[in-house]
């Protein structure tokens, strides 16, 4: 079994910076990309962001130049810096892995999510 774990969100005001965590942890043979979605209230779950085992990156529009996706894979943890934060910006951020089982099976795992409120 497998868990993601995410830490980090909270209450912030508009220009401040949240650093999100996502720990994935159980029966992991390796871990292919691990990214960011969000769901603000009344809208569909987007994508934020995401970094593949070997360091690439991918981020949305709206988020360029403001967030940082970053992963250690030592720790099977991938962090999302979030700066210049704006009242859209709030929503509950989940994490997301593409993770090898065994050497033949791939899975996609989804943590709970960590709300993220952005006052203005």
């Known amino acids: 079994q497998v868990q993601l774990v995410e830490s980090g969100g909270g209450l912030v005001q508009a220009g401040g910076s949240l650093r999100l965590s996502c720990a994935a942890s159980?029966?992991?043979?390796?871990?292919?990309?691990m990214g960011w979605y969000r769901q603000a209230p009344g809208k569909q779950r987007e994508f934020v962001a995401d970094?593949?085992?070997?360091?690439?990156?991918n981020d949305a529009d709206s988020v360029k130049g403001r967030f940082t996706i970053s992963r250690d894979n030592a720790k099977n943890t991938v962090y999302l810096q979030m700066n210049s934060l704006k009242p859209e910006d709030t929503a509950v951020y989940y994490c997301?892995?593409?993770?090898?089982?065994?050497?033949?099976?791939?899975?996609?795992?989804w943590g709970k999510g960590t709300l993220v409120t952005v006052s203005s």
């Open positions: 970094i593949n085992n070997g360091g690439s990156t």
């Open positions: 997301h892995a593409q993770i090898l089982v065994t050497a033949y099976t791939r899975m996609d795992y």
């Open positions: 159980g029966s992991i043979f390796s871990i292919n990309t």
